[in-house]
């Protein structure tokens, strides 16, 4: 089975179970070591789709949130979380998805962001362009990022202010806030599909971990945008996020760093 193929199919499994779960309303809800919410469908999708890994990719490693990582013989690793926007989930707010990606070492070869109850899908593979599928619409679109050039024209989607706090950087982000043109907090993976998409041209988060980014970032850069940490290094490795459509990345990371 090819990678992409591969990774819409785990994507299929883990709807079936996220969906249902959602509107049944039939999970329980545990607080991790962290104080970040956890259900019993996040550890059940994951154990899914390690089981289908295991199967079909067998030498490859998995990084997933809720359990220990497992080694495979090579570089290549699948990075999944279950359910990005659990705190969505518990609340009934439809904005959840399951993320999964694979790399090679560092280098992203594919994206994987499936939000079953926005009835929403977007992937990425490397160099084959970044894709979305539409409500009652299952044919395909190619998105990309906006031709917004200017902060003062961009609009930024940002996270909670809490970790911002933390993180020594609250004054650069309202001071962001009041250069662009247009403020919102969509939050999670959706500010980062925004982005994709071109209907956002920033989203940053100040505390993150590698299966909250590893799949936004081939979508959002095969849309071609940018996709850094706070300090500018490139890709989900440094505990934080900033994505643009390129055109405005320097600016925006100008202030924030």
């Not at 962290?34 to 550890?43: A, F, I, N, Q, S």
């Amino acid at each position: 089975m090819k990678d992409l193929d591969l990774a819409i199919a785990l994507a299929d499994a883990a709807d079936h179970l996220t969906l249902d779960s959602f509107y049944n309303r039939d999970f329980t809800v545990d607080t991790k070591p962290d104080m970040t919410p956890v259900t019993t469908v996040d550890r059940a999708v994951e154990e899914k789709l390690r089981e289908l890994l295991a199967l079909h990719a067998p030498d490859d490693a998995i990084v997933g949130e809720e359990f220990e990582p497992t080694t495979g013989t090579g570089t290549r690793q699948w990075i999944i979380d279950p359910i990005d926007g659990t705190k969505n989930f518990v609340r009934g707010v439809p904005v959840y998805a399951t993320l999964i990606s694979l790399y090679d070492g560092e280098t992203p070869l594919l994206g994987v962001v499936s939000a079953p109850a926005m009835n929403r899908r977007w992937w990425a593979s490397k160099g084959e362009g970044a894709w979305t599928t539409v409500a009652h619409d299952p044919e395909p679109v190619q998105i990309h990022v906006s031709q917004v050039s200017k902060l003062e024209d961009a609009s930024f989607s940002y996270a909670s202010l809490g970790g911002w706090k933390d993180l020594g950087k609250r004054d650069a982000l309202l001071e962001l806030c009041d250069t662009v043109w247009r403020t919102r907090a969509y939050g999670d993976f959706w500010s980062y599909m925004l982005v994709a998409e071109g209907a956002v041209d920033i989203a940053a988060e100040p505390e993150l971990e590698i299966y909250d980014m590893g799949a936004l970032v081939p979508v959002v850069t095969e849309a071609g945008g940018t996709f850094t940490s706070l300090n500018g290094k490139t890709g989900p490795f440094d505990g934080n996020a900033l994505a643009s459509n390129g055109l405005v990345h320097s600016s925006a990371l100008e202030l924030l760093s």
